[in-house]
T-cell receptor
Framework: DQQVKQNSPSLSVQEGRISILNCDYTNSMFDYFLWYKKYPAEGPTFLISISSIKDKNEDGRFTVFLNKSAKHLSLHIVPSQPGDSAVYFCAAQHRGSYIPTFGRGTSLIVHP | NAGVTQTPKFQVLKTGQSMTLQCAQDMNHNSMYWYRQDPGMGLRLIYYSASEGTTDKGEVPNGYNVSRLNKREFSLRLESAAPSQTSVYFC?????????????FGQGTRLTVV
């Protein structure tokens, strides 16, 4: 049973517009959430994270929002750039194990 | 700073052959992980090592064994490869099992079993 779900396998946006990637989780023990970016033939790299004590974390063009009551988080990329085209993985961890649990990923394509 | 290094990058095996995937990290991390990535399935945890001297099964451990050789190295062994083990394998490490930090990944090993 998937504990971290990314229900959109792919997303296509125009350069300069906002990209919104969504993630839902089922385990209420998760208290730390991360987004990773993966280019073809490379390993995933860390992008941004958020602790459950916050509802928003911003880093340049990237903002992650957390809605604990809905067990939902989203990654906003503004403005989107062609270099943002990659697969984005949502991951969650909790104090009991700290083992990253990943969603299935969303492939983002940003068109020039 | 190399980070997490995996070898080999590519491998083709025949069904029934064995091989070991090597992983080493130079960040003095305590915890290490092996994931496999399959189309539409995301990253699934095979085995992990919370600290030197310990290993535990993840979500999909069948057909694999691991060894935490020392703090730096964590290897994954396929004793008798099967076509279902065709996948991309990623090794990762984190600072420790007692704190929330990001994972660092190797570049992956693309394994094909024919």
């Amino acid at each position: 049973d998937q504990q971290v779900k990314q229900n959109s396998p792919s997303l296509s946006v125009q350069e300069g517009r906002i990209s919104i990637l969504n993630c839902d989780y089922t385990n209420s023990m998760f208290d730390y959430f991360l987004w990773y970016k993966k280019y073809p033939a490379e390993g995933p790299t860390f992008l941004i994270s958020i602790s459950s004590i916050k509802d928003k974390n911003e880093d340049g063009r990237f903002t992650v929002f957390l809605n604990k009551s809905a067990k939902h988080l989203s990654l906003h990329i503004v403005p989107s750039q062609p270099g943002d085209s990659a697969v984005y993985f949502c991951a969650a961890q909790h104090r009991g194990s700290y083992i990253p649990t990943f969603g299935r990923g969303t492939s983002l394509i940003v068109h020039p | 700073n190399a980070g997490v290094t995996q070898t080999p990058k590519f491998q083709v095996l025949k069904t029934g052959q064995s091989m070991t995937l090597q992983c080493a990290q130079d960040m003095n991390h305590n915890s290490m992980y092996w994931y496999r990535q399959d189309p539409g399935m995301g990253l699934r945890l095979i085995y992990y090592s919370a600290s030197e001297g310990t290993t535990d099964k993840g979500e999909v451990p069948n057909g694999y064994n691991v060894s935490r050789l020392n703090k730096r190295e964590f290897s994954l062994r396929l004793e008798s490869a099967a076509p279902s083990q065709t996948s991309v394998y990623f090794c990762a490490s984190t600072l420790g099992a007692l704190m929330n930090t990001e994972a660092f990944f190797g570049q992956g090993t693309r394994l094909t079993v024919v």
